[in-house]
């Protein structure tokens, strides 16, 4: 199975402030890492698809980059309604996936 | 609008079964693949099932192989999630989540219903 590990496991920020987060695979799976966003007693919400394709509705200031083993969700200036959680997910093989989450709060 | 929207979650004992569903609406359900993710309470993600569109194939992790079985009524536009011999280790929040292919991301996800095993 591939294994997804996310660091940080917790970041504290600033409102205003740009943050990258890591996702890292345990081996080589091209672009094949998707990333969510989930709220307090939400669903999870899709982000980025293929490592760094944007979904529509999704703000501007999210963005996805890597390829291989290692990747980062960018959240450019980051808001009020963005602390959340982050998790990654690998679309690879089977089984899926995911990462432990990282998750995003107030400093 | 696409809606997702699970039900036949509550307390069950080990060893026991139950059956979710989930009745989805605001797009063609028949071409999409469907799939299962839980979510232990305070803890991560995890697949559970995926079906293919004509529900011939259907994928599992070994964690529930065996035990569930994925299922679908394309007529009615709905999924299902039979659990057998459950475990309190299936005690999550189990999510109807949408796919293309068996191999791919999730883009809609329903609001998820709990299921608790526990005597």
């Known amino acids: 199975d591939i294994v997804l590990t996310q660091s940080p496991a917790t970041l504290s920020v600033t409102p205003g402030e740009s943050v990258s987060l890591s996702c890292r695979a345990s081996q080589g799976i091209s672009t094949s890492i998707h990333w969510y966003q989930q709220k307090s007693n939400e669903s999870p919400r899709l982000l980025i698809k293929y490592a760094s394709q944007s979904i529509s509705g999704i703000p501007s200031r999210f963005s996805g980059s890597g390829s291989g083993t290692d990747f980062t969700l960018s959240i450019n200036r980051v808001e009020s309604e963005d602390f959340s959680v982050y998790y990654c997910q690998q679309s690879y093989s089977l089984p899926l996936t995911f990462g432990s989450g990282t998750k995003l709060e107030i400093k | 609008e696409v809606q997702l929207v699970e039900s036949g979650g509550g307390l069950v004992q080990p060893g026991r079964s139950l059956k979710l569903s989930c009745a989805a609406s605001g797009f063609t359900f028949s071409n999409y693949y469907m799939a299962w993710v839980r979510q232990a309470p305070k803890k991560g993600l995890e697949w559970v099932a995926t079906?293919?569109?004509?529900?011939?194939?259907?994928y599992y992790p070994d964690s529930v192989k065996g035990r569930f079985t994925i299922s679908r009524d394309n007529a009615k536009s709905s999924l299902y999630l039979q659990m057998n011999s459950l475990k309190s280790e299936d005690t999550a929040t189990y999510y109807c989540?949408?796919?293309?292919?068996?191999?791919?991301?999730?883009?809609?996800w329903g609001q998820g219903v709990m299921v608790t095993v526990s005597s």
């Open positions: 989540a949408r796919a293309t292919v068996a191999t791919c991301y999730f883009d809609y």
């Open positions: 079906i293919s569109t004509s529900g011939s194939r259907t």
